[in-house]
């Protein structure tokens, strides 16, 4: 019985780190001067933090790793052991996220390209908010006053709104998912070395994956730049993405020291969470719209309803000098004491 409880409390735990990162990396986009150092030494205390609080992570796919050999089995083997899953398992627990944020607003925009055009044209009039609704109402009505086949032309521009958002999450998706792969690939090539002798095949890893995170942003880095002229995403672009690099000497040398491994790996963290400020930006601008706003007419007529019958309730109660409440209560009681006595005691 305290196995579901535990995990429970595993996926809450998961949960608050997840959008303690999210409020994190909202709160360093506002700020002007979030590049200076001070603010850098809190985001490096940031991370630890976060680093230390996630080790118990939700049930995600295995590592492709061998069994540990016994002859290597001793404490500085271990420790480097840990530090090593610590490492992969966060960049996969990071790019799994990622993945699914942007494949639930993908299907999202993939069900409104495959509707009907006028299932298409009613979206872009009632489920984007009220200033589409009257931007969309307005549109409607010149194009059909104008030329008679608004219709068509509002479901060429809700075409047009949908494909755009299906395009840049669909190359996300696409990047995220291969360097994914990579990253599993590399661990299987990597996999007998990382287990038996992490102490010396570490550094190859961490060189390795600096090479796929610039890959990555040679595949994505581009993206805030292609928007079109006649783009319907609302706002600016945000700033290139571009992670930090391993120095040269770093690469080239065999032997590396503790502190240069820790470095590296505190870089591999930070070019993760400057991997997921760019993301939660790009997506929240080709996302899903909110459920307020696809049901925003429901809301409103809901709400209206309720203060007409609020409005009403008042002007009859007591409150407003009225006893016509009252009466009506007292009415349908006596009402039913008389039904009940005449035709069900005595009928």
């Given at each position: 019985?305290?196995?579901?409880?535990?995990?429970?409390?595993?996926?809450?735990?998961?949960?608050?780190?997840?959008?303690?990162?999210?409020?994190?990396?909202?709160?360093?986009?506002?700020?002007?001067?979030?590049?200076?150092?001070?603010?850098?030494?809190?985001?490096?205390?940031?991370?630890?933090?976060?680093?230390?609080?996630?080790?118990?992570?939700?049930?995600?796919?295995?590592?492709?790793?061998?069994?540990?050999?016994?002859?290597?089995?001793?404490?500085?083997?271990?420790?480097?052991?840990?530090?090593?899953?610590?490492?992969?398992?966060?960049?996969?627990?990071?790019?799994?996220?990622?993945?699914?944020?942007?494949?639930?607003?993908?299907?999202?925009?993939?069900?409104?390209?495959?509707?009907?055009?006028?299932?298409?044209?009613?979206?872009?009039?009632?489920?984007?908010?009220?200033?589409?609704?009257?931007?969309?109402?307005?549109?409607?009505?010149?194009?059909?006053?104008?030329?008679?086949?608004?219709?068509?032309?509002?479901?060429?521009?809700?075409?047009?709104?949908?494909?755009?958002?299906?395009?840049?999450?669909?190359?996300?998706?696409?990047?995220?998912?291969?360097?994914?792969?990579?990253?599993?690939?590399?661990?299987?090539?990597?996999?007998?070395?990382?287990?038996n002798d992490p102490e010396k095949s570490l550094p190859s890893l961490l060189v390795t994956i600096n090479c796929l995170f610039s890959n990555l942003e040679a595949a994505i880095g581009h993206l805030h730049a292609t928007r079109p002229s006649n783009s319907s995403v609302d706002g600016s672009y945000s700033f290139p993405l571009v992670f930090e690099k391993l120095p040269d000497v770093n690469q080239e040398g065999s032997q590396w020291t503790d502190c240069e491994i820790r470095d590296s790996i505190n870089l591999i963290y930070q070019n993760l969470y400057k991997l997921d400020s760019y993301l939660n930006f790009l997506v929240a601008k080709h996302c899903k719209p909110r459920k307020l706003t696809l049901y925003w007419i429901r809301y409103t007529c809901g709400a209206v309803g309720l203060s007409v019958c609020s409005v009403w309730l008042l002007r009859h109660s007591s409150l407003m000098g009225s006893n016509d409440i009252e009466n009506w209560v007292r009415e349908a009681r006596d009402s039913t004491v008389t039904f009940w006595s005449e035709h069900v005691e005595q009928p």
């Open positions: 019985m305290e196995v579901p409880a535990e995990n429970e409390y595993m996926d809450v735990k998961t949960l608050i780190s997840l959008y303690s990162s999210k409020l994190w990396n909202r709160i360093i986009g506002i700020l002007p001067s979030y590049r200076s150092n001070f603010l850098a030494k809190i985001s490096n205390l940031y991370l630890q933090t976060i680093r230390t609080r996630s080790r118990r992570r939700r049930p995600s796919l295995p590592l492709p790793l061998p069994p540990r050999s016994h002859s290597f089995d001793s404490t500085v083997t271990r420790m480097e052991a840990s530090r090593v899953l610590d490492v992969l398992e966060d960049i996969l627990e990071h790019l799994f996220l990622n993945l699914h944020n942007i494949q639930k607003n993908l299907q999202f925009w993939q069900s409104r390209a495959e509707a009907s055009n006028a299932r298409k044209a009613y979206f872009m009039i009632f489920e984007r908010g009220p200033w589409a609704f009257v931007n969309g109402t307005v549109q409607f009505i010149r194009e059909c006053v104008a030329q008679g086949s608004s219709l068509q032309l509002l479901s060429q521009s809700a075409s047009a709104h949908i494909s755009e958002r299906i395009t840049i999450l669909t190359s996300l998706r696409y990047s995220l998912a291969t360097f994914l792969a990579q990253v599993y690939m590399d661990i299987d090539k990597f996999g007998e070395e990382l287990v």
